[in-house]
């Protein structure tokens, strides 16, 4: 005997299983370090940073400038500058290529967005990279328009506020990307010895010829929770010394007790972090 028994016959979904499937797709994200599952939105409101153990993810370079100016009405510089492409250089395919695929997925030409807007209603020069963009890697493009913005930072007096998120010198550009290098230190001297403010705001992750050029020349280095930071990788590290790397080599946190930076900040935070620090600075 049946404990109950069903009169009517069951609802009809109307909408079939695979497309059931597809409007679910994609709107829940798992974080890498709780591993809990998050609404995809809720991840976008809390500026990507999970709502249960506060790991911070990536952010775009737009996000970022909506993070940290007031409002949109900023004037972007130098936004046609586009790699010519100067080895021909191809790989597992070609570097136009490659660059023609990552400008049409984010309507930009390279890896950085460098604009003259307001924060806490102060001007400010601001620099934003672009992970999404081959890495982040800066070649003689975003080489070029980081040294543009120090150069009208100079010109204005304005401080200067970059954000890094990079792999480092770009390889398809060969020597070229690494000449950005000291292109760019040099600029940052003469912005220091007309004592222009600049702060260096690591992401996760900020390594190789970024780490080794402008995101470690700021007055004030600081960087967001748990970013990884270095210049070569830790196996290669491993393998050069010999030697086993200690827990936490690399992280944001681990230079900070080593000296490396001046401060460690959460994204929420860094705002008025910044802004306070621009009031010491410009008194
Ligand atoms: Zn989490």
Known sequence: MAWFKRDRKPIENPTPVEERRVRTEGMWTKCSSCRAIIWKKDLEANWEVCPKCEHHFRLGARRRLELLLDDEHYIEHDAELASSDPLK???TKPYAQR?????????MKDAIVTVEGRMNGRPVMCC??????IGGSMGAVVGEKVARAIERS???GLPLIVVSCSGGARMMEGAVSLMQ?????????RLDEARVPFISLLTDPTTGGVTASYAMLGDLNIAEPGALIGFAGPRVIEQTIRQK????????????DHGFL??????KELKPYIGQALDFFLG
């Open 89 to 91: 250089f191809s790989d």
């Open 99 to 107: 660059l023609k695929d990552a400008q049409h997925k984010l309507g």
């Open 128 to 133: 934003s990279m672009e992970f999404g963009f």
């Open 154 to 156: 100079l010109a204005q």
């Open 181 to 189: 290098l000291a292109k760019v230190s040099a600029a940052l001297g």
């Open 245 to 256: 790397l200690p827990e936490g080599f690399q992280t944001a946190e681990f230079l900070l």
């Open 262 to 267: 001046d401060a460690v900040v959460p994204r």
